[in-house]
């Protein structure tokens, strides 16, 4: 991959992975596993998971990335090019199926997000009431057209991104739709934290309440802040890939984890002081925010004159879209840059984000007609949206991280590592010391620990 073809400032590279980072995760699941866990003490091991954890983990997949030049399969393959290493590349594959499984499972979602959006902004859901609201939630997910429009939709609009190209669609839409986000997202935040009643759902996301963090609140702290962090499926091998050789990796990472961290504190405070100023339950689970919300939306609404509520609704899920849109951006783009790179011949970026959106159309309308038409098709007792989501939520990103960490903590040379830390000598990398101990000793234990738990309780 040419130096040419990378982002071109460290602020589009950091727009971009914040983007990538910055997504569904901060703002339709992180607000509701936090409630659900004990709040404050969820956040606390949380933040724990991400700077110790999660940032080890990133900066693993920029060393990859950057000093090699390549997409996972052949990054791994490049740093460790000797026939007995040749199995390494399979963990290169391995996270290439993961974002691919990935990316169907976000399409789903993202095309209700689309669609929650469409009907907001032409007032569709005002008016209805909390049965009604919820009514409408189900015959819309398991119905079977109108979700795969929505993904089709969302999916035509990502692709044409990736189709621009590196710098003039990836880091172009980052630097333009990241502060729209955190502007929008302000303007929700104000107008929660000073409803009546707000400081109720102050207290809910932020007073720790170590009765509710169970075992299995720890697990899921460690899973959210890989999937927060887009760790663990090698979309960071690809954007480091992309970063320029004299950008500094550790504060590209630490900026990108401390973007992605306040983006999900503020969602949290975006959601959950209006659902108590407006008596809505807040433990709605993945419902939160499209049937909580739009009750908690229309509750806002005055009997007469402007409907303050369905505006600042459309706002929400104007940011939820952008939200999305960005993380799977850098989905599909690993997927097209390895494209490229297995067939440089015959392979364009066009042919192969039309070739993939295909595939990925297909899957994504399978796994939605799962969730209605075909629930009666079960694997284990699951759905196939249900399968494929435990199976990404708990098995596939821990174990794509666990091959990294032990892939560049005891199998690459320490001279490359700090050679990249240091670009080339020039940086101090006093951190050196942690870093090695945290992805030789650290991370291996802790993502040893969620594999083995997962696979325990099925
Ligand atoms: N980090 C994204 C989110 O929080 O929604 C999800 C994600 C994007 C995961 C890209 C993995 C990835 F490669």
Redesign the pocket.
């Known amino acids: 991959m040419s130096e040419t073809k990378g982002f071109t400032s460290s602020f589009g590279a950091i727009a971009a992975a914040v983007g ?7 703002i339709w ?1 992180f607000p509701y596993i936090c409630g659900q866990y004990g709040g404050g003490a969820f956040l606390l091991v949380y933040l724990c998971f991400v700077f110790f954890i999660g940032m080890a983990l990133m900066i693993t997949e920029f060393v990859m990335g950057r000093h090699t030049r390549r997409t996972p399969i052949f990054a791994y393959e490049t740093l460790a090019p000797s026939p007995k290493q040749r199995w390494w590349r399979y963990a290169g594959l391995l996270g290439l199926i993961t ?1 691919f499984l ?1 990316l169907a499972l ?1 399409l789903v979602i993202s095309g209700w997000t689309t669609n929650y959006f469409a009907e907001s902004a032409v007032g569709r859901l005002a008016g209805l009431d909390s049965n009604a609201i919820t009514e409408h939630f189900n015959s819309f997910s398991n119905s079977a057209l109108r979700p795969i429009v929505f993904i089709a939709v969302f999916l035509a609009i990502t692709a044409a991104v990736i189709i621009g190209g590196v710098q003039k669609g990836i880091e172009r839409v980052s630097k333009i739709l990241m502060p729209v986000l955190v502007v929008l997202l302000m303007a929700l935040c104000v107008r929660s934290a000073t409803l009546p009643g707000a400081a109720k759902g102050f207290e809910y996301l932020f007073k720790p309440d170590f009765t509710q963090l169970t075992g299995q609140g720890v697990l899921a702290a460690l899973g959210q802040a890989l ?7 090698g ?2 091998i690809v954007y480091g890939s992309y970063l320029p050789k004299d950008d500094n990796l550790l504060k590209t990472s630490i900026w990108i984890t401390v973007c ?1 961290t306040l983006i999900a504190i503020l969602a949290g405070i975006a959601i959950f002081p209006a659902v108590f100023a407006c008596g809505q339950d807040p433990a709605g689970g993945p419902g939160l925010v499209f049937m909580t919300l739009p009750a908690v939306f229309n509750s806002m609404n005055p009997a007469e004159g402007l409907p303050i509520g369905t505006i600042f609704e459309t706002i929400f899920f104007l940011l939820l879209v952008i ?2 849109l960005t ?2 951006i ?2 599909l783009e ?1 997927l097209v840059a390895w494209g490229n790179e297995y067939n440089t011949k015959r392979s364009s970026r066009t042919r192969n984000t039309i070739i993939l959106c295909g595939l990925m159309l297909v899957l994504s309308a399978v796994l939605s007609l799962s969730n209605g038409v075909w629930n009666g098709f079960t694997i284990g007792g699951k759905t196939l949206f249900g399968f494929v989501d435990q199976l990404n939520s708990i098995y596939l ?1 821990p174990l794509c991280s666990l091959c990294a960490v032990i892939f560049l903590g005891w199998v690459v040379k320490k001279e490359i590592i700090k050679d990249e830390l240091s670009n080339g000598g020039t940086l101090k990398t006093g951190y050196l010391g942690v870093f090695m101990f945290l992805i030789r000793f650290v991370a291996p234990a802790a993502l040893l620990i969620v594999l083995i738990t997962g696979i325990l309780n099925g």
């Open positions: 990538s980072a910055v997504g569904l995760g901060n699941r974002s990935i976000y999937f927060s962090l887009s760790v663990g499926m979309v960071m992605d939200a999305a993380s799977a850098s989905l690993a990103p």
